[in-house]
């Protein structure tokens, strides 16, 4: 952005920058937007039912990197990655097993529902994206990742089938949740960014959903059964 626009901003503390300014400079800060311009919240201040929204983006790659790192780093008692693949994760946070290693020894609960890549709904999937990173690869990347976690006490992984239209991602009373659309791999579908304010709110209902597909889902490093019959001594 120009120099002479931020001069601007800085000369007069009314002034809020265009929304996308907001983010570009959050990003480079590694602040949230509300702290920055404290304003622009007191100026869209909700009492509805959708005050547990706390920013939207038109697509989940306009979120800034500084939003996820504080929202991992600020987690002390639950984080939950219930992403079909979780792949961008990985690619956008390098350190991530380091840091998630370290908040479970600290005491924080750690959750990965990931996708099952050898299921039909993955298959079906990858036909609908129709890309050369399959949705499969994607998921054998980040349980390849996980695997670094595997064991480390208060980190748990599970395969659910149920969440490939909808990804929830919670540290402690913050959510941000990306509905997937049609076609769209995850970077392109837009993201809510949910703070917990009330009971059966916006962040409860998403909540009840993660909660409920990961009862039901299956553990990733569970051994299977044997199978076939066995020779005795």
């Known amino acids: 952005m120009d120099v002479k626009t931020v001069e601007r901003w800085l000369q007069d503390e009314t ?3 265009h929304m996308r300014h907001q983010w570009a400079a959050a990003e480079a800060l590694g602040a949230e937007t509300a702290v920055l311009w404290p304003d622009a919240i007191r100026n869209t201040v909700k ?6 929204v ?8 306009a979120c800034p990197k500084s939003i996820w790192r504080n929202l991992i780093n600020s987690a002390r008692n639950e984080i939950v990655f219930a992403g079909y693949t979780n792949y ?8 991530l097993a380091k840091v998630l290693k370290r908040k479970a020894q600290q005491g924080c609960k750690i959750r990965f529902l990931v996708g099952d890549p050898e299921s039909d709904v993955t298959r079906r999937r990858e036909e609908v994206e129709s890309v050369p990173l399959t949705v499969s690869t994607r998921i054998r990347i980040t349980l390849s990742e996980i695997e670094q976690l595997r064991d480390v006490p208060g980190v748990e992984a599970r ?14 009373a913050e959510m941000l949740v990306t509905p997937h659309l049609a076609r769209l791999v995850g970077h392109d579908s837009p993201m809510l960014h949910l703070r917990r ?15 409920e597909l990961w009862s039901n889902g299956r553990d990733v490093w569970q051994q299977p059964e044997p199978t076939g019959p066995t020779r005795s001594d």
Do not use: C
């Open 47 to 52: 009492t509805g039912p959708d005050k547990e």
């Open 197 to 211: 304010y009330q009971d059966d709110g916006l962040f409860d209902r998403f909540a009840y959903h993660a909660s």
């Open 15 to 17: 002034r809020i920058p």
């Open 88 to 95: 961008f994760l990985w690619l956008e946070h390098p350190n």
């Open 54 to 61: 706390l920013t939207v983006y038109p697509y989940r790659s």
């Open 159 to 172: 395969h659910g089938d149920e969440h490939i239209a909808m990804s929830v991602f919670r540290f402690d």
